[in-house]
Structure formats: structure tokens, C-alpha cells
């Protein structure tokens, strides 16, 4: 039930205060008829009961603060001047009152059951106006409705009783006691439920989660939708709705996942996974490639790049080494989805550098599956490593030869064994250090690019000194095709994240592949194109791709010819 429904003990509350004032300043206008008394004390009376009015009627604006700090002091005043008016009116017209039919007892004692309620009615319309109707306005915090339910039952009771035993002269002991054993066979028979309402009490108090936060109890993770008296309703990934007892949250541990530590530690929560290598590697370079994975990942929550990567060597077990890895991410709803890119680029990692990702106790017991025939042109082999390394990277990646490397550039696919093998032997490799910018836009340059190890950032530069990061590169990726194809400028930075090895190929290598194979430059200008039009391929319908794939290689064709003569 919404908390702007109707209040019956607000409405109650403001009636009676509406009347009491009412006819204070009825009977202050009938006395201007007659005989009115100028008495200072009068004159008060008359003030306050108008300064009352005016607050609970909200007439005038004042600051919230003035306004509660008035409320609990000028209106219980005006309230027990007004009723001092009112027994005064009753007491001079008691003969008027008993011809038109009116027992002044009666009057007698709806004036003294004010008396004693106007506290409560006071209390009533401050928590109404000034913490009900704004609860969760500026602080986020809502105080649960059963809260104020108490209180409101407390602040009446409490009257209720006072005029039972002065006004009607109720015995109060006898009352009390029966009211204690019917509340104790009513808190048996209820035990259950009273034990969720007060566990739900202390739950909302704490406040261990609020509505839309993302929270894990026993086997339940959801949304929360609702927090009443005796259950929390979650919203779960199987879009089903689950009702938790609150008793059994006051007896869980409860993970929020919407209350990360920003300063202390990362932006999101932490997701930590466990894997394991043969025990033959080296932990150190493991740990290494376990980075560079970490460095080139996309979050799938919009980010630029994980705020947490973490790898620790954790020990050696019966599956051979095992590494923790840790990662975050800001949206629980993406936690799976979160896993899933940052696993599938450590596999794309490993795989490049012939590292298996299979426990070795499992190797023992499991069968190659014929369909990994298809994998076998990216499946590394003892054959792929040269023997004879710089250490300038990865131990791994750095030891894969430059023919291997370079089978994996697209422009070089319809090259033969032994052009593959001259482009290698002639090409170098170039060692840059994290954050060292390896091209700049704008210059010159005929070099192309292949990433033996790290992680590169290509970044765009603005004319207002901005920079939108285009793509993260990994091992086997390449860059600068168009400028040693073309000789064009460059057209972006490119940045190295991590320590980076990159394979330098030569337009003089190129352009002797080029003099002995008059073909070579339309294969080249069909790949280079496709990998343009790549980039606004969702725009395009797929006669239109295949259109402009032809346009854009002619126009390249043309210019790789110009490039080389």
C-alpha cells in the first residue's frame, strides 16, 4: 500500500484540531457581539489561537525547521488556549446550550478528551507532513512504513488510555491485565508471523540493503523490489519474483552488491576466478600473459577498461599451478556477461602463445575431439618457437617466430611459404615500455606493425586536445597497414598499455614481394578495403557493403601502385 494513501489517524488528528480552533474562533467572533474581554490574558488567547490556525492550516510559509520548532510549541499552546475559550463559552452559555437540546456534560467531556489528545494530534501531523510525505526526499533513506505504524500506534494508546481512566473512570489494572493475557495467547498463535515483523523491523533499521539494490540471501540473488512487515521480494535473473521471510534474512548472510568501496578500493565489486596451468610453466610469465588479458579487455558495463586486474600465483596442487584472478564490475546484472569477455580474452591470449587452459589432472582422462581439427591453423605447435630469444617479452610470446606472427596478418594470407619467409628475415623487433607512445598521428611513416606481446591503445586526437581510444590491440593483432600500403599519414596514436614487442615490417620488403608478383597489389587492396569498410559495416546492407568493398579497393589498388613505383 502506497504511503500516500489515506492516513485515517492524520485525517482524524486534523479534523480535531480544525474544530477545536474552529470554534474558538467562532465563539471569539460571537463574543464581539456581546460583552469581549480586552484582558491581556484574553488577548493572548485570541493571538494564539490565530498564530495556531494559520500553522496548521500551512497559511503561511515558513522554512521547515521554523516550521516543526513552532508546530511543537505554538500550536499545543493556541490548542489549550483555544479549549480554555471554548470551557469559558461553555460555562456563560450553559443555559443556552441546555434549551437547544445540547448536555453540557457531553460538551464537558469532548473538551477534556482534547485535552489529553492534543499532543497526540500535534505529534501526528508533524510526522505526517514532516517525515511521512518527505521520508527518502533528501537523504535516499526510507524509514519503513512499519516504523511509523508503531509510532502512531503508541501516541494514541498512550492517551486512549489516560482518557479511559480520568474522563470515563475506567479501571486501568483490569483492563491492563486483560489486555496482557489476550496479548499473550494472540503473540502465541502469531509467533511465526510477530518473529518475521520484528526480524523486519531490525532489518529495515539497519538498512542492510534498500529497493533496486542488487543482493545475494542464502541461494537467492535479485533485486530487491519491497521490503514489509513480515517478507523482502527480489526480482531474480529468471525474471521470477522470490519471497524471503524476514526472519530467515535476520539469520543470512546478505551480500549487497551495490555498495562498493570507491576510495578504498575499486568501483565495482570484485569478481575473483580461479585457474589453473601445467606445472611446468613459468609463474612469472603465466602471470604475465594473465595481465596483458586483463589490460586489453572491454568492459561489458561501459567502461574504458577494468578498474581492478588482479593475478596472484596462489600454489601448485593435483591440477598443476593455480592463479586467482580478480576483476570488478558496476552492474550485478552484467556480472555473468562481465565474466564471460574477461574469460574469453585470457583463452585468445593463451591459445596465441600455445599456453593450454585444461586442467592437467583432466588431461589424463580426456579424448581430442575431431572438430578440433578446424583450430589447427591457431593451435600452437613446438615447431612455432624459436630457440634463440632477445628477452625483451613475454617468454612465450616472445620466443613464437616472425613467419608464425605474420601468417596471422590478413594482408599476407594469399602470400606463398617462402614470401613469408622473406618478410620475417627481413623484419625487426622493436621493445617499448608501458605508456611509451609508439606512432603519432599526422607523421609519416611506412611501417607496419604486429603486437609479438603486450597491449596497444590506438587513440584518435582532437582538435580541442581530446582523445577517444578507437581500439585495444593484443598479440597477433596488427596496425599501420594503410601507411605502409599507401604511405598515407597516420591517422591516430598508438599507444603501448603494457611492455610491448612488436614486430617492424619494412615497405622495402614489401615492395620487393610486390615487384615479383604483379598480382599482389589487388589482394592487397581488396583486404585493406574490406578491413575499411569493416568499421561502418552495421550501416550497411550487404549489396552495399559488397559495392563499396569494390569502390574503395580500386581507389587503393590506384594507390598502392603510385605508392611503390
Not at 482524524?12 to 484582558?39: A, H, N, Q, R
Not at 534498500?210 to 523490489?225: L, Q, Y
Not at 620475417?424 to 606512432?439: G, N, P, V, Y
Not at 615492395?511 to 583486404?527: G, L, P, R, T
Amino acid at each position: 500500500m502506497s504511503e500516500r494513501n489515506i492516513n485515517f489517524l492524520f485525517v482524524i488528528s486534523k479534523l480535531s484540531l480544525f474544530l477545536i480552533f474552529g470554534l474558538s474562533l467562532l465563539s471569539i467572533c460571537v463574543s464581539f457581539l456581546g460583552e469581549f474581554d480586552t484582558t491581556p490574558t484574553k488577548i493572548a488567547q485570541y493571538i494564539l489561537c490565530i498564530v495556531g490556525f494559520l500553522l496548521i492550516t500551512k497559511l503561511v510559509p515558513i522554512p521547515r525547521i521554523a516550521h516543526i520548532i513552532f508546530f511543537l510549541t505554538l500550536v499545543p499552546i493556541g490548542s489549550y488556549a483555544a479549549l480554555d475559550i471554548l470551557n469559558t463559552s461553555l460555562l456563560r452559555n450553559i443555559d443556552s446550550l441546555a434549551t437547544i437540546g445540547i448536555n453540557p456534560n457531553l460538551w464537558l467531556a469532548c473538551i477534556q478528551i482534547a485535552h489529553w489528545y492534543i499532543p497526540t494530534f500535534v505529534l501526528m501531523l508533524i510526522l505526517k507532513n514532516e517525515f511521512l510525505d518527505r521520508d527518502g526526499s533528501t537523504s535516499g533513506r526510507k524509514i519503513p512504513k512499519i516504523i511509523y505504524i508503531v509510532i502512531q500506534i503508541v501516541i494514541f494508546a498512550i492517551p486512549t488510555l489516560v482518557v479511559l481512566s480520568k474522563v470515563f473512570s475506567f479501571e486501568l489494572t483490569g483492563i491492563l491485565a486483560t489486555s496482557g493475557l489476550i496479548t499473550a495467547i494472540i503473540g502465541f498463535a502469531l509467533q511465526p508471523n510477530l518473529s518475521n515483523i520484528f526480524s523486519g523491523i531490525f532489518v529495515n533499521i539497519e538498512q542492510p540493503f534498500k529497493p533496486n539494490d542488487w543482493i545475494t540471501i542464502a541461494d537467492h540473488t535479485g533485486k530487491v523490489i519491497d521490503v514489509s512487515w513480515r517478507s523482502t521480494r527480489l526480482r531474480t535473473f529468471q525474471n521470477t519474483e522470490v519471497t524471503i521471510p524476514n526472519e530467515t534474512i535476520a539469520k543470512s548472510i546478505v551480500t549487497n552488491w551495490d555498495r562498493p568501496d570507491k576510495n578504498e578500493m575499486s568501483e565495482g565489486f570484485h569478481i575473483f576466478l580461479a585457474l589453473s596451468f601445467h606445472p611446468h610453466h613459468d609463474p612469472n610469465h603465466i602471470s604475465e600473459l594473465l595481465f596483458d588479458a586483463l589490460k586489453k579487455v572491454r568492459p561489458v558495463d561501459g567502461r574504458s577498461e577494468l578498474d581492478l586486474q588482479w593475478v596472484k600465483f596462489t600454489g601448485v596442487d593435483e591440477f598443476g599451478l593455480k592463479f586467482h584472478i580478480a576483476f570488478d564490475c558496476t552492474n550485478r546484472m552484467m556480472k555473468n556477461s562481465q565474466e564471460n569477455v574477461v574469460l574469453l580474452e585470457i583463452y585468445k591470449v593463451m591459445r596465441h602463445a600455445g599456453v593450454n587452459m585444461t586442467p592437467g589432472l583432466l588431461q589424463n582422462f580426456l579424448k581430442a575431439d575431431v572438430g578440433l581439427g578446424a583450430l589447427a591453423q591457431y593451435t600452437r605447435s613446438q615447431n612455432d618457437y624459436q630457440s634463440s630469444l632477445s628477452q625483451k617479452g613475454n617468454i612465450y610470446n616472445e620466443s613464437i617466430k616472425n613467419q608464425v606472427l605474420l601468417k596471422q596478418v590478413p594482408l599476407f594470407s594469399n602470400l606463398d611459404e617462402e614470401q613469408i619467409r622473406i618478410i620475417a628475415e627481413s623484419s625487426e623487433r622493436l621493445q617499448f615500455s608501458k605508456d611509451q607512445t609508439i606512432i603519432n598521428q599526422g607523421e609519416s611513416d611506412n611501417r607496419l606493425f604486429v603486437i609479438a606481446d603486450g597491449v596497444v591503445s590506438i587513440e584518435l586526437n582532437h582538435a580541442d586536445g581530446s582523445k577517444t581510444e578507437l581500439s585495444r590491440l593484443g598479440v597477433g593483432e596488427f596496425f599501420g597497414e594503410m601507411a605502409l600500403m599507401t604511405g598515407e599519414p597516420r591517422t591516430a596514436d598508438a599507444i603501448a598499455l603494457r611492455s610491448t614487442v612488436l614486430l617492424v615490417v619494412q615497405k622495402q620488403t614489401v615492395k620487393n614481394i610486390f615487384s615479383e608478383n604483379s598480382d599482389f597489389h589487388n589482394e592487397m587492396a581488396n583486404v585493406l578495403a574490406e578491413r575499411q569498410v569493416k568499421l561502418g559495416e552495421a550501416t550497411l546492407l550487404p549489396e552495399e557493403k559488397s559495392k563499396e568493398v569494390s569502390k574503395l579497393a580500386n581507389k587503393i589498388g590506384e594507390a598502392i601502385l603510385r605508392f611503390f613505383s
